[in-house]
């Protein structure tokens, strides 16, 4: 009967076309969802599904506080559930997911999703387990500086979610474990690191708009990027060697975020056009929030953007 | 990437170790939960789980009263959602199930349900593609005469679930087509085809027991029960060979319902002993509620249990 099944399924498989995957992992606040955000629009969201993969709690809130650990525990989570879906997802199956209700703190209907063209999973656990590390064909990890994401977390947390900073800075404490021994260690097995952070070393006014540091793993092919790494745009990106947290020698590719807009945008379209991309540059990429732009934040997207598409065209 | 994933589930599938799956399919109130019940406390509810599969509704039902078919509809489900979650479970995988409150007809939390040694699958579609029916080792369909069942249902939805008999009458009448175009075409599919019914061409007087008619099919290896299939015990139990509806000759398992309860207890311990029970015959086999017994039911339900055991065992 096993075998009925096998012979089943493959053949199911022939017939559904397989996504193009992309993991966006990092801690609460870190700015997974700023950077989906941007991508999906530039993809089109006709073509591009974005899930975040945090529904798969075990418990509801309530139960939670009578438990000794926080959502970041694997323990307090359906990781085998999650494995199955980002599966089905990559073999290009439907699945039926399960929904967390974030103002509640309850389980809801759960919702069907079909994978598109490209799919984006965005979430605190997508690269904890080498199962899930294996539906991806890209994977980013997002890391700012903790004290940068704290503030990210206090701003979020307090304008959209009503708690106060008092509540976020108890929760931030009483996660810090947790993230430590469950979220941060996803680092490891990223393509790419994103750290949007202030240039290290250098005392930046207030408000000087963040760089953005991006660690280039060989684990895929990166973009030649020949025509920005030039010396033209130095001031505005450039590749460096530096070593990784363990030591190991890596590309890192530093955007510079006071450059002036203008260079800044005419390093953009030059990426753009390696995409060979057909219409113009997506009006919303580098958007944090109406109005509020960040280069380096737009610069990693059409890096990202490069990933997806090169992956879909199989270059 | 397809490659990993698959090779990953292989691995992963050789360490799961895989359930006995039956499937018991039928209309509404046909008797699947009755005949359920006896099987999973005979082979005991730590090694069994037994599922409904009528909660894969793709509506809810304030959606429903908007669209123009009834729940016995595939479109109206999420099938695919149901074969998939029917694979995971024969390949000795958890699923995270929809949960349908049949109370307040809405979506509630799903639940996570890891199989057991025996799986059993009972609902109104678990035959109704090629994909679900390759998931099971042994399948029913539960055909009563409609007469019969409209009476099961109509005394259930008044009793348990608050409807007038007016509109049980109604809703049987509403869902009549949909009940002859996706419900009793699983007939076809099923290894074992049970019939509870007043024994036919005969006049029996008001509450005589039902007897039962056992279809059984080539498909399967069914028990010899040369131990009860003797002219010592024709009066409670015989085979014969009848034509299927379709013109088929076919076996067909006579369990007469106005046989003696010592009769029948004869055979039942027959049949248990045949199975090389360890223990005495379960106690609550053949009961529809406590202190209502039906001997054709027990004898089914003892069957049903040969096949679970036999195909556990690999005989």
């Known amino acids: 009967m096993l075998e009925k099944i096998i012979k089943m399924t493959r053949s199911e498989q022939q017939g559904a076309p397989r996504p193009v995957m ?33 529904d798969y ?62 799919v984006i999973i965005e979430g605190l656990h997508p690269l904890s387990t080498k199962l899930t590390r294996a539906c991806f064909d890209v994977t980013v990890y997002l890391d700012p500086p903790e004290p940068i994401r704290r503030g990210w977390k206090v701003d979020r947390d307090c304008r959209k979610r009503g708690y106060t900073e008092a509540q976020v800075l108890a929760e931030l404490e009483r996660r810090e474990p947790e993230s430590q021994k469950f979220i941060r260690p996803q680092r490891r097995f990223a ?10 070393g250098r005392d930046e006014p207030p408000g000087t708009p963040l760089s953005a540091e991006l660690l280039l793993r060989p684990t895929i092919k990166h973009p030649a990027l020949s025509s920005v790494l030039t010396d033209d745009h130095r001031d505005a990106i ?11 020698p890596t590309d890192c590719l530093h955007v ?35 109005g509020d732009r960040s280069e380096p934040l737009a610069i990693t997207q059409l890096i990202l953007l490069y990933h997806l598409l090169q992956t879909k065209t199989g270059a």
Chains 1, 2 share one sequence.
């Open 22 to 54: 992309l993991a966006i992992a990092g801690d609460s606040a870190s700015g997974k969802t700023t950077l989906t955000k941007g991508l999906v629009e530039a993809v089109g969201p006709e073509r591009c599904l974005s899930i975040c993969v945090d």
């Open 57 to 118: 709690h075990r418990y509801d809130r309530e139960e939670r506080r009578a438990l000794p650990f926080t959502p970041l525990h694997p323990d307090c989570n359906y990781i085998d559930i999650m494995e199955q879906h980002l599966q089905l997802l990559a073999l290009g199956r439907p699945i039926l997911k399960p929904v967390y209700d974030h103002a509640t703190g309850r389980f809801t209907r759960p919702q069907y999703v079909e994978p598109k063209e490209f």
């Open 191 to 200: 393509d790419i690191v994103v750290r949007f952070a202030p240039i290290a």
């Open 238 to 248: 450039h590749l460096k060697i530096m070593r990784d947290q363990d030591g190991t």
């Open 256 to 290: 510079h975020g006071p450059a002036s807009q203008e260079e800044a945008r005419h390093v953009e379209k030059a990426i753009w056009e390696e995409l060979e991309a057909t219409h113009g540059l997506p009006e919303r990429i580098g958007e944090i929030n109406p």
